[in-house]
């Protein structure tokens, strides 16, 4: 596999404080990988630096097999985008003005948009499906309507390689699935893309691999049924969780620990322990606070509980997923190659 | 999903109809200045009728043959006195108001206004050197009261953008306070210096005041420059400027070298306002005001903005000083006075009209 993208042992400090130690990844064309980890973990740090945005103060990040120094900015930004999480948009602007603000890096500073650049754009937004906001200031829309006119604007740059910070935040299950749909779908058609996930969920059913990240450090890196092992989220998280498999395709679904109502309507009192008693030998009473992970996280007791969870994963996860959809199409080649990257 | 359920139905628009939408602003626009510049010429204390204004105005350009039916005075007046205050009245409108666009712009803030990075106090501080320092008188005739305006003024925003910088990258919240750190800082000074010359206190304060009241075609010439390259500058910029309005790793990551766009806009605006401020002293409202009424009539796009913020920044200043002529009095009353006495209540009657976001 071509790496478009790949960071080697790239570490970054704010001033004193490190933010990333020694990560590596790399990122081809046609995969999809996720970064989680918990707030503060350098997620977004690792995304700027991959931008371009941030230098890195040891290591090397590389684009399309050159370093990236070397490559200018706007030659950078006509193969790579970037959708940031809560980017400035000047409200009066119409959505076709920011759209068309995409081809920016074709223009240079005088230039006046031609007539391909104005199909450019017209097809980033068709792709994005908001053609139909084009006349609609940006102040006006919907906080999802807003995510596809970013996800237009950076069509319309035609990218390669596309970076999203948190693309689903702040929408409605509806949003976030159409919105990381139309992701994956440009992944099908080749694009490389590095996302970072607040939702592990979202992650496990598009990504083709996972990165995990703890306090600037990659701790694990793989298939998301490799990654997403209770041992490295508790680890990370700080927080047992519950991690059963979706219903539908045999990828990870992470869950909350349990549920504070027994199931009859009753509110666990004070001091009770947060999971259902009895059914689940899971249970055992001492889960948020023990930092011994092992009571929870042995394989056989995980899927000792799979089947009675099931109805709950249905309805916190999404309908279907979306590399078991891959895989069927053939794209195994692609996943497999995407996975042996730099999996630790 | 919604996208898909919703009837298609807004189209990119048709390249003809956004070019005759262009083409009749700017048309209303052009409109309004000659209209101001007519006002300007007629209005004064010797008052001219129209006919008459354009009758010595062409044959003194030798674009027309006629015996003159005017005094000779009028004459002179006209094209002596009034006319370069016209001029001057344009040119400073002008600036004021793209200084304005550009800071609001690229501070992302609407209540920035062209003083914004020091420039006014940078300004006033040199005048008020050059007036208060025992200079020789044949200096003085020779404006170096302007020409020391001009260059504290862009010492002051040197300084300003210099202190604002954090390794390699010129924040927009710290270039603003910057600017209102040295700004009051050279306000103290020129406080400090109009307290220990008492004697200068009423030519120093008469100068801040600013107008329009002796204006010759030298420094009309004198400002011209500085005001039109700065105009054509920015006005170029403008499709990079609307970049800028997103924040700057966005525009960063559109392949926009962001920190030398930033500068050349502010050095671009600064110019303009310096060379202003040097000749017509502080006159407020223009430029905060001006580009949001462009904003209301015509929509925030700079490469429109910034032209249109010109020719209508031009307009209003000629008719403001027109307007400051006409009240009756013993002498002209400053023109800042009629800017904001006759622009908030149009401002504000817009932004009532106007029921959404503007900027």
């Known amino acids: ?344 | 999903m919604r996208g898909v359920m919703e009837v298609v139905v807004a189209r990119p628009r048709p390249a003809g109809r956004s070019a005759r939408l262009r083409l009749g602003r700017y048309t209303v626009a052009v409109a309004a200045l000659l209209l101001a510049c007519m006002v300007g010429v007629m209005v004064g204390k010797a008052p001219v009728d129209p006919g008459t204004a354009v009758a010595i105005l062409l044959s003194r350009l030798h674009l027309l043959q006629v015996v003159p039916w005017w005094p000779a005075s009028l004459e002179t007046i006209l094209w002596e006195i009034r006319l370069p205050r016209v001029a001057m009245g344009a040119l400073v409108g002008a600036a004021l108001s793209v200084a304005g666009a550009t800071y609001q712009g690229l501070f992302r803030n609407p209540l920035a206004d062209p003083y914004l990075v020091g420039v006014a106090a940078g300004a006033g501080l040199g005048a008020t050197l050059a007036m208060a320092a025992p200079l020789p008188a044949s200096l003085y005739s020779l404006g170096i009261i302007q020409f020391a305006a001009f260059g504290s003024a862009l010492l002051a925003m040197a300084l300003v953008y210099s202190l604002a910088r954090v390794g390699g990258s010129t924040p927009i919240t710290t270039l603003v306070l910057a600017g209102v750190a040295v700004g009051a800082l050279a306000n103290a000074m020129t406080s400090f210096l109009m307290y220990a010359h008492g004697d200068k206190l009423a030519v120093i304060y008469s100068w801040m005041l600013g107008g329009f009241n002796v204006t010759t075609w030298r420094q009309a010439a004198l400002v011209a420059p500085s005001v039109l390259i700065a105009v054509l500058v920015i006005s170029l910029l403008g499709r990079v400027a609307n970049v800028m309005q997103l924040d700057d790793d966005q525009a960063r990551s559109l392949g926009v070298n962001v920190e030398l766009v930033k500068l050349v806009l502010v050095v671009a605006a600064t110019l303009a306002t310096a060379a202003s401020v040097s000749a017509a002293g502080l006159i407020g409202f223009v430029g905060l005001v001006v580009p949001h009424v462009v904003r209301i009539l015509w929509g925030p796009d700079h490469r429109s903005l910034i032209p249109l913020s010109a020719l209508v920044g031009a307009a209003f200043l000629v008719s403001a000083d027109a307007g400051a002529r006409l009240v009756p009095g013993p002498q002209d009353i400053p023109v800042g006075v009629v800017t904001a006495f006759c622009g908030a209540p149009f401002f504000l009657y817009l932004l009532r009209q106007q029921k959404r976001s503007v900027f």
């Open chain 1, 1 to 344: 596999m071509e790496s478009l993208l790949s960071l080697e042992r790239v570490s970054f400090r704010y001033g004193e404080l490190p933010v990333l130690k020694d990560v590596s990844l790399e990122v081809g064309s046609g995969s999809f990988l996720g970064l989680v980890g918990p707030n503060g973990s350098g997620k977004t740090t690792l995304l700027r630096v991959a931008a371009g945005l941030l230098k890195p103060d040891a290591g090397r990040v590389q684009l399309f097999g050159q370093p990236m120094a070397k490559v200018g900015r706007a030659q950078m930004a006509r193969r790579l985008a970037l959708l940031p999480q809560n980017g400035n948009l000047p409200p009066a602007f119409t959505v076709w003005e920011v759209v068309l603000m995409g081809r920016t890096p074709f223009l240079g500073y005088f230039g006046r948009e031609n007539a391909s650049d104005l199909v450019a754009a017209e097809r980033a937004m068709e792709q994005a499906r908001c053609r139909h906001l084009a006349d609609r200031r940006v102040g006006e829309l919907s906080g999802g309507e807003r995510q596809r006119v970013l996800v237009a604007r950076a069509l319309a740059q035609q990218p390669e390689v596309l970076l999203l910070d948190e693309p689903t935040s702040h929408m409605d299950v509806e949003h976030q699935v159409a919105t990381i749909d139309l992701i994956a779908e440009l992944v099908d058609q080749g694009l490389a893309v590095l996302a970072v996930f607040h939702d592990l969920n979202l992650a496990a059913c598009y990504c083709h691999r996972v990165a995990l990240l703890s306090q600037g450090r990659l701790v694990a890196i793989g298939q998301p049924a490799e990654v997403f092992t209770a041992e490295n989220l508790s680890r990370v998280f700080k927080v047992e969780m519950c991690i059963t498999t979706h219903p539908r395709d045999s990828v990870p679904a992470v869950l909350p620990p349990g549920s504070r109502w027994r199931g009859d309507g009753e509110t666990r009192g004070r001091g009770e322990p947060p999971l259902p008693l009895g059914e689940h030998e899971y249970a055992s009473g001492q889960l948020h606070r023990s930092e011994d992970a092992s009571s929870g996280s042995e394989p056989d007791r995980r899927r000792s509980r799979e089947g009675g969870e099931g109805k709950i994963c249905s309805a916190a996860a999404p309908p279907h997923c979306r590399r078991a959809g891959v895989k069927a199409e053939g794209g195994i080649a692609r996943h497999g190659s995407a996975g042996d990257g730099s999996g630790r």
